[in-house]
């Protein structure tokens, strides 16, 4: 069975940084790349950014860029999100999402998610 | 990037009617080399990450209920639920992957009236 699970819930203050992992089981590690997806409470998803285990690859939102490294472990097919310089408004459910196809890490390619993480809440408060 | 935007944001629906939620996209998903429409349709239930149901704009997922079901091309999509259950109470999002970044609607929260 695939599945994601993902660290638990963390409160930062403004002005920290956070890293969240999401260790993967069930499948192949390398051959799925994983994105990030946000949802701040009681609103939408938002897509923070994608990573390939498969050769290290990552591409962010722009809205991001800068303040987000994603990064992987292979040895334990895990899978890291740091963010810094953390507001308030990254208050939010981060989720890891798994691809639905197979991928060799090409930027740009986008897909699918079909399995998901259990979503880890990121408070930033004072 | 591609917006993406739902209609209606709620509806209430009677238990064993339809449900139609609508999803436009900014630019077509429509990659004409393959035939295919880059649409795919995320249920959200409280608590729970989403779930893939649909995706190529009208395949379901093995699994999921045969009274789900997804039409549209080009830039207007529609997924519909033919007879309401109980347990199809959640937030449904439609989601591009023709571009990079891919990008949600921002729901439809289906409701038992």
């Known amino acids: 069975q695939i599945h994601l699970v993902q660290s638990g819930g963390e409160v930062k203050k403004p002005g920290a940084s956070v890293r969240v992992s999401c260790k993967a089981s069930g499948y192949s590690f390398t051959s799925y790349s994983i994105n990030w997806v946000r949802q701040a409470p009681g609103q939408g998803l938002e897509w923070v950014g994608w990573?390939?285990?498969?050769?290290?690859?990552?591409k962010y939102a722009q809205n991001f860029a800068g303040r987000v490294t994603m990064t992987t472990d292979t040895s334990t097919d895990t899978v890291y999100m740091e963010v810094r310089s953390l507001r308030s408004d990254d208050t939010a459910v981060y989720f890891c999402?798994?691809?639905?196809?197979?991928?060799?890490?090409?930027?740009?390619?986008?897909?699918?998610?079909?399995?998901w993480g259990q979503g880890t809440l990121v408070t930033v408060s004072s | 990037d591609f917006v993406m935007t739902q209609s209606p944001d709620s509806l209430a629906v009677s238990l064993g009617e339809r449900a139609t939620i609508n999803c436009k996209s900014s630019q077509s998903v429509f990659y004409s080399s393959n035939n295919k429409n880059y649409l795919a349709w995320y249920q959200q239930k409280p608590g729970q990450p989403p779930k893939l149901v649909i995706y190529?704009?009208?395949t379901r997922v093995s699994g999921v209920p045969d009274r789900f079901s997804g039409s549209g091309s080009g830039t207007d999509f529609t997924l519909t639920i033919s007879s309401l259950r109980a347990e199809d109470v959640a937030v449904y999002y439609c989601?591009?992957?023709?571009?990079?970044?891919?990008?949600f609607g921002q729901g439809t929260k289906v409701e038992i009236k």
């Open positions: 989601q591009q992957y023709y571009r990079t970044p891919p990008t």
């Open positions: 190529w704009a009208s």
């Open positions: 990573l390939s285990p498969y050769n290290g690859n990552t």
């Open positions: 999402a798994r691809e639905a196809s197979m991928s060799r890490g090409v930027i740009g390619v986008v897909d699918t998610f079909d399995f």
